[in-house]
T-cell receptor, first 118, second 118 residues
Framework: AQKVTQAQTEISVVEKEDVTLDCVYETRDTTYYLFWYKQPPSGELVFLIRRNSFDEQNEISGRYSWNFQKSTSSFNFTITASQVVDSAVYFCALSPVPSSGSARQLTFGSGTQLTVLP | KAGVTQTPRYLIKTRGQQVTLSCSPISGHRSVSWYQQTPGQGLQFLFEYFSETQRNKGNFPGRFSGRQFSNSRSEMNVSTLELGDSALYLC?????????????????FGPGTRLTVL
């Protein structure tokens, strides 16, 4: 069984502060994918990043960065110099590595509501 | 390219009724997945369809069903609605990839259908 835990239910920061969203996962698979999605008030899930389990390089994309540590089963997400537009619910998710014909369902964490105050 | 579209966006039903939700994937995408999002249970996988065949189903009662048409459009049906079925239902489409199944391609989510059961 797969499980994703986002212990932070809500985080509130002031604009320009850095913020880190935590994600811890459990899986018996030796290879898997990890994801972060953003859900603004409109409801649509917006894909942010996918990470393969055998690629532990950290990644930076503009103000976003991700820290993947397989040893601690964590995949944390940091927003640098946060902006009001970053306010949303952020979901961490896990998926098995697909093989032909297999399902590719995402197991989501419960989400972290990020509020960035002006 | 147009994104994933879901109709209707909002729906109000009463207990005992049935409902059909529609999802049109991105052109060229043949895989469609459905997810239910509720405040209590979060985002949960319902089922995935590929080439008109259900690949996998999540842990939902038989009242939840779906199908996919030859043009990849998908519908999900919930019969005998219960109050607990009130949720945001999200559809996601995915390109199958070169091998038709063995590579991972991102899921793109639609805006969802918000179902309220009274």
């Amino acid at each position: 069984a797969q499980k994703v835990t986002q212990a932070q239910t809500e985080i509130s920061v002031v604009e320009k502060e850095d913020v880190t969203l935590d994600c811890v996962y459990e899986t018996r698979d030796t290879t898997y994918y990890l994801f972060w999605y953003k859900q603004p008030p409109s409801g649509e899930l917006v894909f942010l990043i996918r990470r393969n389990s055998f690629d532990e390089q950290n990644e930076i994309s503009g103000r976003y960065s991700w820290n993947f540590q397989k040893s601690t089963s964590s995949f944390n997400f940091t927003i640098t110099a946060s902006q009001v537009v970053d306010s949303a619910v952020y979901f961490c998710a896990l998926s098995p590595v697909p093989s032909s014909g297999s399902a590719r369902q995402l197991t989501f964490g419960s989400g972290t509501q990020l509020t960035v105050l002006p | 390219k147009a994104g994933v579209t879901q109709t209707p966006r909002y729906l109000i039903k009463t207990r005992g009724q049935q409902v059909t939700l529609s999802c049109s994937p991105i052109s060229g995408h043949r895989s469609v997945s459905w997810y239910q999002q509720t405040p209590g249970q979060g985002l949960q996988f319902l089922f995935e369809y590929f080439s008109e065949t259900q690949r996998n189903k999540g842990n939902f009662p038989g009242r939840f069903s779906g199908r996919q048409f030859s043009n990849s459009r998908s519908e999900m049906n919930v019969s005998t609605l219960e109050l607990g079925d009130s949720a945001l239902y999200l559809c996601a489409s995915r390109h199958p990839g070169l091998a038709g199944g063995s590579s991972y391609n991102e899921q793109f989510f639609g805006p969802g259908t918000r179902l309220t059961v009274l």
